[in-house]
């Protein structure tokens, strides 16, 4: 069971290390790299397309990855906490996934959220009244890249046009906050259900109220911060969206990221008083 435990968290701590540098690795090298140039020729500019193809896929390879090792390192720690009375944060969360229910209701809630958060921050473009091909100049389908020169993470950009009104703006810096945050979404969907699941028989007025104010703490704030992001952007030609973004990815970071933690580290503080403050609750798998 040790030998077990340690292979596996052993094996998923490297993966996440390597996913992460896999996809800040990349990202990093080709910002400096492409801004290193001065003057830009038709030669490099076509060096540049084929390096952000790579860095692109390097990027999604690395999410992957990192994926991968997060699961390994939960496995590890619902072994390791299988005999404990009262385990840590890392063991509930781990316990609660491993329950079907909770990892298809995170995997739903972060892919509706992450559609929604697609749309309202502008990575799905949809344009009625606009003409893309007769506005743009664009061939339908296609992708234009944008190879340089910007900031990490912000550099390269995919506009891809599916259809006249339809498109994706695809900034690494962008997918990679999208994927953050419809997890973190996810995670305290999943929990909140597990904790609605093993609520007390007799569940007073207060127990629903503070229940329905972590679940409103990490809904709101994303849902706010991603509809003020689209709002600003409204309009805005497709080409300068990317400018745009890059203007206000900090402030939303700042706004959401701290918030969504604080939610999810009140729901494991709540659900671990109502699993193990009293007497300890078996999960059933």
Known sequence: MSGRHTNLQNSGLINTTAGVSTVAGPLILYAVYTSSFKVLSTQILGMFRWLSYVTILAMFLGVFAAVLGIKQVLA???????????PPVSVIIANVLSIRKYSRALLSIALAYGIFYAAVSSIIVYRPAENFAVDYLADIPSVVVTVCCGGIGFVPVFTVYITEHLGLLIIPANIVLLMLVSSLVGLNGALAWYQ?????????????????AITGLFT????????????????????????????????????TFPLLLASTYLFMRRLRQALYGSCQVSLLI
Do not use: E, H, M
């Not at 590890?76 to 009262?86: P, V, Y």
């Not at 699941?197 to 329905?212: E, H």
């Not at 706010?224 to 309009?235: E, S």
């Not at 080409?239 to 900090?250: C, D, G, I, M």
């Open 76 to 86: 590890a720690k619902k072994i390791a906490g299988q005999s404990n009375f009262s």
């Open 196 to 212: 609605y699941d093993n609520r007390p028989k007799r569940a007073s007025v207060g127990w629903f109220g503070g229940f329905g």
């Open 220 to 255: 709101a704030c994303p849902t706010c911060a991603g509809l003020f992001l689209g709002n600003l952007i409204q309009g805005v030609g497709t080409v300068a969206v990317a400018s745009v973004l890059a203007s206000y990815q900090p402030l939303f970071v700042i706004v």
